[in-house]
């Protein structure tokens, strides 16, 4: 199973970026959750938003919540992270992430919980 991230960019504070996934070596069943994460430098990968296949539920981090959508499309093997009135706080590398199988709710935001990730996306915004 092989993602490729894009759609990072620069952008200016209250901006938007959408990040794109795409997922081949895997039909994109239902079940195994994909998500997105983000890396500042000097700190710790954390979780940003996931979406389960078999329910379509969105999960996300407080920081995001009401700023960022993500969504996928079964067809295109793809998953998307739409991003709106962005901050300087959210400049980081993305990361999107899926597993094998369908993983409990609260296991959904854990890094360690996926098997497979991109390469990253570089996303800044400029104050």
């Known amino acids: 199973v092989q993602l490729q991230a894009s759609g990072g960019g620069l952008v200016q504070a209250g901006g938007s970026l959408r990040l794109s996934c795409a997922v081949s070596?895997?039909?994109?069943?239902?079940?195994?959750?994909m998500a997105w994460f983000r890396q500042a430098p000097g700190k710790e990968r954390e979780f940003v938003a996931a979406i389960d296949t078999w329910t379509n539920n969105p999960s996300y981090a407080d920081s995001v919540k009401g700023r960022f959508t993500i969504s996928r499309d079964s067809a295109k093997n793809s998953v998307y992270l739409e991003m709106n009135i962005m901050k300087p706080e959210d400049t980081a590398v993305y990361y999107c992430?899926?597993?094998?199988?369908?993983?409990?709710?609260?296991?959904?935001?854990?890094?360690?919980?996926?098997?497979?990730w991109g390469q990253g996306t570089q996303v800044t915004v400029s104050s």
């Open positions: 070596g895997r039909t994109f069943s239902r079940g195994p959750p």
């Open positions: 992430a899926t597993r094998d199988r369908r993983i409990i709710t609260s296991a959904i935001h854990r890094a360690e919980s996926y098997d497979y």
